[in-house]
Each structure stands twice: as structure tokens, then as C-alpha cells.
């Protein structure tokens, strides 16, 4: 089946450093990917929305500065968090829309990348 | 504002009983509902997708109920078994942009 990858799953970062998560569709082109913050024991919250070659698109109170979005291909997207500050420590979750075949429009979500600033 | 609401934070039932979780919404018109499972420290997983039209959709022991006039879905769980247990998360959509509850946790004892 269609599966999503995310790296790192895990990574500590130096406050006011800058850290790159990848999000790849493996066996299908995405033409959409979405980006996701989630706090312990709250709800998933869409941070942005990234087509192939154009501009992610940002939502309410997401400050596309400093959470840079980047989706080169039809496969990867990536999230880099600059200038990381504690209170960016979170749960971070991609999903993927796929438009192929029996896969088609169905969204596949990664598996997680978890983000600690120190 | 759009609001999603999953009925409780967490549910406890025995094994072999069915599990409700309930998921209600205001100002907001969805084209359909999904339902996901997500285990601790990890991604979610899709369940079920319903509908605006539809009323009921069932995959084997999960049922799902959509009623766009009460403004609410019930998702069911027959003959729970304890790896049943996980956070059940709602998420509403008219395009692929999900809208997500917080989740209920349900526990199944054995």
C-alpha cells in the first residue's frame, strides 16, 4: 500500500538553529502534501499546504518565515523550522494526497518526526 | 469559528463490548467525515471515509453513522479487543484540508 516517510523520526536541536524535516511519498506521485503540528494530547493542526512547484500556502497565525515549506518534487516536501525556539518543540506530521490509480485523491499520513529544542 | 468535538477524552471498556465514540461539529458544512487511529507517538492512520450523502458506512467490526442535520458522526467499534486500544480522531473536509478533533483514547481491558 501507499506509504509516507518521514525523517528524522526524532531529532534534538540548539535553540536558534534551523532543522529540515523530509516527507516522501514512496510508491505514488503526491501532488499535495500537508503539513501538521500536533501538541501532546491535543488535536492535529494544519499548519500549510504544499503543491509541486508553486508556493505552500500558509495558515492562520503560521508564520511562513520562520517554517519554510519546499516541495521540489512530486515525492519529497520539506519542513525546516529556523531559528528554533523551545516553545517549537512539537510533534510534527506531513500527510500526502495521492491522484493515481486506485490510490487516487486518498491522503497517507507519515509517520511523525518529534522536535526538541533545547 | 469551525468546532469539532469528540465526545470524551478517554473511554474505558471491556472486552468484547462495543466502543462509541461520538464526534459533533458547528459552523462548519463537510462534504465528508474520516476517522483515524493514531497510536502513541505516531502518525495516524485512516479508517473510514463517509460522505455527505451517505448514512452509515461499515468496514469490518467499525461502523460509522453521519447525520449532517444533527451535525454529528458516531463511530463504533463492535467486539472490542484490547489492540483496539488507541486515540480515535475525527477530521472533516470539503477539499483535502482535514479539520481535526482531539481525539477520544479509548482503553479495552481484557
Known amino acids: 500500500g501507499a506509504v509516507v516517510s518521514q525523517h528524522p523520526s526524532r531529532v534534538i536541536c540548539k535553540s536558534g538553529t534551523s532543522v529540515k524535516i523530509e516527507c516522501r511519498s514512496l510508491?505514488?506521485?503526491?501532488?499535495?502534501m500537508f503539513w501538521y503540528r500536533q501538541f501532546p494530547k491535543q488535536s492535529l493542526m494544519l499548519m500549510a499546504t504544499?503543491?509541486?512547484?508553486?508556493?505552500?500556502?500558509?495558515e492562520q497565525g503560521v508564520e511562513k518565515d520562520k517554517f519554510l515549506i519546499n516541495h521540489a518534487s512530486l515525492t519529497l516536501s520539506t519542513l525546516t523550522v529556523t531559528s528554533a525556539h523551545p516553545e517549537d518543540s512539537s510533534f510534527y506530521i506531513c500527510?500526502?494526497?495521492?491522484?493515481?490509480?486506485?490510490?487516487?485523491?486518498?491522503?497517507?499520513f507519515g509517520e511523525g518526526s518529534w522536535l526538541t529544542v533545547v | 469559528s469551525q468546532k469539532i468535538e469528540q465526545n470524551s477524552e478517554a473511554l474505558n471498556i471491556q472486552e468484547g463490548k462495543t466502543a462509541t465514540l461520538t464526534c459533533n461539529y458547528t459552523?462548519?458544512?463537510?462534504?465528508?467525515l474520516q476517522w483515524y487511529r493514531q497510536d502513541p507517538g505516531r502518525g495516524p492512520v485512516f479508517l473510514l471515509l463517509?460522505?455527505?450523502?451517505?448514512k452509515e458506512k461499515r468496514k469490518e467490526r467499525l461502523k460509522v453513522t453521519f447525520d449532517t442535520t444533527l451535525k454529528q458522526s458516531l463511530f463504533h467499534i463492535t467486539a472490542s479487543q484490547p489492540a483496539d486500544s488507541a486515540t480515535y480522531l475525527c477530521?472533516?473536509?470539503?477539499?483535502?484540508?482535514?479539520?481535526f478533533g482531539a481525539g477520544t483514547t479509548v482503553t479495552v481491558r481484557a
Open positions: 463517509i460522505r455527505e450523502n451517505e
Open positions: 459552523n462548519y458544512s463537510p462534504a465528508y
Open positions: 477530521a472533516l473536509a470539503n477539499d483535502y484540508k482535514l479539520s
Open positions: 500527510s500526502a494526497r495521492s491522484s493515481q490509480g486506485l490510490s487516487g485523491n486518498t491522503i497517507y
Open positions: 510508491d505514488f506521485q503526491a501532488t499535495t
Open positions: 504544499s503543491n509541486e512547484g508553486s508556493k505552500a500556502t500558509y
